[in-house]
T-cell receptor, first 116, second 112 residues
Framework: EAGVAQSPRYKIIEKRQSVAFWCNPI?????LYWYQQILGQGPKLLIQFQNNGVVDDSQLPKDRFSAERLKGVDSTLKIQPAKLEDSAVYLC??????????????FGPGTRLTVL | RKEVEQDPGPFNVPEGATVAFNCTYSNSASQSFFWYRQDCRKEPKLLMSVYSSGNEDGRFTAQLNRASQYISLLIRDSKLSDSATYLC?????????????FGAGTRLTVKP
């Protein structure tokens, strides 16, 4: 079974530039998560989709971050404009369903973003 | 109180040692709890879910204490390959059974 795919794996940009990340979840997984993981910290949930609807985006900095999941499959996360503090690994995860006790998230390899 | 708070670590233990990590959570109504493992520069992977009655998987034991709002992970007979960061995850922090929150992680190094 193919895992969660993410691209690009690495990205270096200058501050104030824009950047976009792509995620393809495991086939059949209804829930998709985007996390930001700063070095030395745990993953911070940015946004959670169930199919193409948003379940939780309370920690998404909406002035510069946006995400969409058209057709309830692939998702893109965009940062515009980027700041130095956005340097982090952006992880995408998917799970089969929500509201189920034994829900398990499967993570992609992440995109390592460096903002100069 | 932080939403999810873990022992800061790091823990440095010899092979064969027993080590325990604790994690506290802020919302007494949270229902689902997990331990994930993250190797250096890799993505997190589920280690085990934590059930009300406690559960064991080989050398790993997870327990939940609802009254004190904490979960624990016990590793017996530590192996070199157990060296990693252990992440506590709580689902349903904000009275929304679907929201997911990670702790900052506890780093474990097992030495020969």
């Amino acid at each position: 079974e193919a895992g969660v795919a993410q691209s690009p794996r690495y990205k270096i940009i200058e501050k104030r530039q824009s950047v976009a990340f792509w995620c393809n979840p495991i086939s059949g997984h209804a829930t998709l998560y985007w996390y930001q993981q700063i070095l030395g910290q745990g993953p911070k949930l940015l946004i959670q989709f169930q199919n193409n609807g948003v379940v939780d985006d309370s920690q998404l900095p909406k002035d510069r971050f946006s995400a969409e999941r058209l057709k309830g499959v692939d998702s893109t996360l965009k940062i515009q404009p980027a700041k130095l503090e956005d340097s982090a690994v952006y992880l995408c995860a998917s799970s089969l369903m929500t509201g189920v006790r034994a829900d398990t998230q499967y993570f992609g390899p992440g995109t390592r973003l460096t903002v100069l | 109180r932080k939403e999810v708070e873990q022992d800061p670590g790091p823990f440095n233990v010899p092979e064969g040692a027993t080590v325990a990590f604790n994690c506290t959570y802020s919302n007494s109504a949270s229902q689902s709890f997990f331990w994930y493992r993250q190797d250096c520069r890799k993505e997190p992977k589920l280690l085990m879910s934590v059930y009300s009655s406690g559960n064991e998987d080989g050398r790993f034991t997870a327990q939940l204490n609802r009254a004190s709002q904490y979960i624990s992970l016990l590793i017996r007979d530590s192996k070199l390959s157990d060296s990693a960061t252990y992440l506590c995850v709580v689902k349903g922090i904000q009275n929304n059974n679907n929201d997911m929150r990670f702790g900052a992680g506890t780093r474990l190094t097992v030495k020969p």
